[in-house]
């Protein structure tokens, strides 16, 4: 089945591409600074940095981590930031040395963040104040963490608007709790300028060295680290580069919104590596829930892009403002994450005159995978929404298989296999795991897909228990752990239901001791423990749970029970 969609390829865009081209992740920045140096690139609260000025920087932060702190290639260094200029700093210049990102979601919770940092071991981790609470009380369950770089959100803002951020986000706000980290903490802005000491030593890096650990639940379960290379996030970004042909991108000419957080896989590459390829100028939104401050954003600039999951287009479409925007510089939507619902889609394109063009993707695969062409005005009747993920990207092969490993009847449903040089090396120190995932050079999704006689693919089902809540992998056994702790409840089962505003919503089937325990007694005691996306807050108690012969409860009894109330 594998390459039946190159017949139906878009026109000018090459079934394959060059994926070692590109060369490691620091030879396309080289490259960029050296054609792009006065252009503006990352962009922050009125704060814009030219590509040259941020090359300083990263030179900086690279000499701090080699001279000062003695990380060596190979060493992993934990990134706790949100979308702000010291988040492409620390990345950039750790990858210059040979270190490998680990990048962490800043609203863990500290036993979230302790469970990865103690699989993980990095030596050392950079982090926002605000969230420096919680790693105080993580802390003792990790013990490969020795250095601690301690930033404030306007620590690279010009001087006024740092101060003024940095002041607001403390006092007014008050959104830094009291914390106490060791007395070894150096605060970001100090590592740059012991940086200034002495100059990095150049490490020799090869593109199928080690890049990111990109933790994420997999295809089965608990968090795991995705081992992604440079090669892997070159390749994607090769292959994106060709796919983006016919939409006539000027180098060093566009702007791209990014609203999603770069510690996500899809914005990480997608928005930071793919237009930094481009030369383009990165607006970073560090809180897109504010969408009256999102929207300004958007009308300050000729923007060129924008990748988001359904949640914020449908977020942004919700307020008056969105409609003011000027769109007439606007050249691509993409959608990601999670499945863009038809609704939005034609709201979408009533208000912008531009398609949201979904793509398909996940972390073990850097992410991209599938994504829809151009389509020209005629085929928009719909939105452009046609419930396809599109074509597989340029030296991508696919096939769908059925639970014995053989490839299925074209038409008939079957688990996404995928092979191609974005593909991930495995899960780190997860062999078992790995080899569930990986076999002969295939990737096993997890999810259920058709594909018809042009080559589109179409995702029907998730073999899988997975839950995507807003565009983020939430696995049932993670919560169901936590909803069990609670001293009043006996068991429980967590499935994804339909959601109008995230895509899928978490909902609690519950057998409990007390009759007047309520669902928001058991959201609040999940908030100890869980991120807020992974909180359930639907719930449904019962006397006793469905189970097999063996007492294994069944969810998907559950799942049919939900859809059809759902389908009624």
């Known amino acids: 089945m594998e390459r039946i969609w190159l017949k139906s390829y ?7 591409v060059d994926v070692d081209a590109l060369g490691t992740i620091s030879d396309v920045f080289d490259r960029a600074v050296e054609q792009f140096k006065d252009h503006k690139g990352f962009t922050s609260v009125n704060t814009v940095q030219t590509y040259g000025e941020t090359k300083e920087k990263v030179d900086l932060f690279s000499s701090f981590l080699q001279n000062e702190l003695g990380l060596k290639k190979g060493d992993r260094i934990a990134i706790m930031l949100p979308n702000c200029l010291q988040y492409p700093i620390v990345v950039l210049g750790a990858l210059q040395i040979g270190a490998v990102i680990v990048n962490v979601n800043p609203l863990y919770t500290a036993t979230e963040l302790a469970h990865q940092l103690a699989d993980a071991e990095p030596t050392t981790i950079v982090i926002i104040e605000n969230f420096a609470k919680t ?68 490490v020799n890096i090869k593109n199928t060295d080690l890049a990111f650990l990109q933790y994420t639940g997999g295809t089965t379960g608990i968090a795991k680290g995705a081992m992604l290379t440079h090669r892997n996030i070159c390749a994607n970004m090769a292959q994106a580069q060709e796919w983006l042909k016919p939409y006539h991108f000027k180098l060093g000419g566009e702007i791209a919104m990014s609203p999603l957080p770069l510690y996500h896989i899809f914005s990480l590459t ?15 939104i560090a809180n897109p829930m504010d969408t009256k401050m999102f929207i300004r954003q958007m009308k300050k600039y000729r923007v060129s892009g924008l990748t988001a999951v359904n949640t914020l287009f449908n977020s942004l479409l919700n307020n008056p403002e969105f409609e003011k925007v000027d769109f007439s510089s606007w050249i691509l939507c993409l959608g990601g994450g999670a499945a863009v619902q038809k609704d939005v889609a034609d709201r979408w394109l009533k208000v912008t005159g531009l398609p949201i063009v979904e793509a398909y993707g996940l972390t073990e695969a850097s992410p991209g995978v599938a994504v829809n062409p151009l389509m020209d005005t005629d085929d928009m009747e719909h939105g452009g929404w046609t419930g396809s993920i599109g074509l597989p990207l340029p030296s991508t092969d696919i096939s769908l298989r059925d639970d014995d490993g053989n490839e299925v009847p074209l038409g008939q449903p079957g688990e996404l296999w995928i092979k191609g040089p974005q593909v991930m090396q495995g899960y780190w120190k997860q062999p078992e795991e790995t080899a569930k995932v990986l076999k002969d050079g295939w ?27 807003s565009g983020f992998n939430v696995y049932p056994n993670e919560i169901e752990d936590v909803v069990t702790l609670h001293p009043d409840i006996v068991e429980c089962a967590v499935i994804g239901v339909p959601h109008p505003k995230t895509g899928e919503a978490l909902k609690v089937f519950a057998v409990t001791t007390n009759p007047d325990l309520t669902g928001e007694e058991i959201t609040k005691f999940c908030r100890q423990y869980l991120t807020g996306y992974k909180v359930p807050k639907i719930f449904e108690f019962r006397d006793e749970l469905p189970k097999s012969l063996v007492g294994k409860i069944l969810r998907k009894e559950l799942r049919d029970e939900e859809l059809k109330k759902y389908n009624s």
Request: proline fraction near 5%; hydrophobic fraction near 45%.
């Open 270 to 284: 997608c928005n930071m590596m793919i237009f930094l390829n481009l030369g383009g100028q990165n607006i970073l």
């Open 10 to 16: 878009p026109k000018g865009v090459a079934s394959e």
């Open 443 to 469: 990737l096993e999704t997890g999810d259920i897909a058709t594909i018809d006689e042009e080559g589109y693919l179409r995702i029907v089902d998730r073999k899988k228990d997975l839950v995507v809540v």
């Open 135 to 202: 790693l105080e009380k993580a802390l003792p369950k990790i013990p490969s963490l020795e250095n601690i770089i301690l930033a404030s959100i306007g620590d690279q803002l010009h001087s006024f608007w740092g101060y003024l951020l940095n002041f607001a986000v403390r006092h007014v706000q008050k959104a830094v709790p009291a914390y106490h980290l060791p007395d070894n903490v150096i605060k970001f802005n100090d590592a740059l300028k012991l940086g200034k000491k002495k100059p990095y030593s150049k």
